[in-house]
């Protein structure tokens, strides 16, 4: 049989040692009185870390949008929030320039019909023509 020794790792000893470094892991900053024992960052001569080396990675944009479609339609939904809906053209106008969007948001807003009423950012993003996304039946 062979001995372990002292430094038998266990379940107790992982807490333990969890514990001990949780305020490194949280700090998000240099916790070492020396510098030498500090983690450093990778070179500027060292290769680029690619998640798919011999791939184009692809994806992030439902079919039938685009990715502009995509970017406009979740910016409007950050500025617009939750509690508006529904909402209508003055509603949505007024929410965007209390919340501070961007001009270009407020004049995608401004080409909204008067008159409807939207339930949500996709009914938004249909009145002014972005492309949604294909649902499955």
Known sequence: MAEHGKDKVGPLR???LKKRTQGEIRAD???RVE???EPQPSGEDQPVAERAPDTGLTGGTPSGMTAEDVRSRSELARYLGRDLYPADRGT???TLRDNNAP????SLAARLPEGESYR???DIARAL???VEDHRS
């Open 120 to 122: 949500n950012v996709q």
């Open 129 to 131: 023509e972005f492309g």
């Open 35 to 37: 510098e030498d024992r």
């Open 103 to 106: 001009d270009r948001l407020v």
């Open 14 to 16: 992982d807490d333990e």
């Open 92 to 94: 949505v106008l007024e």
């Open 29 to 31: 900053r240099a916790t």
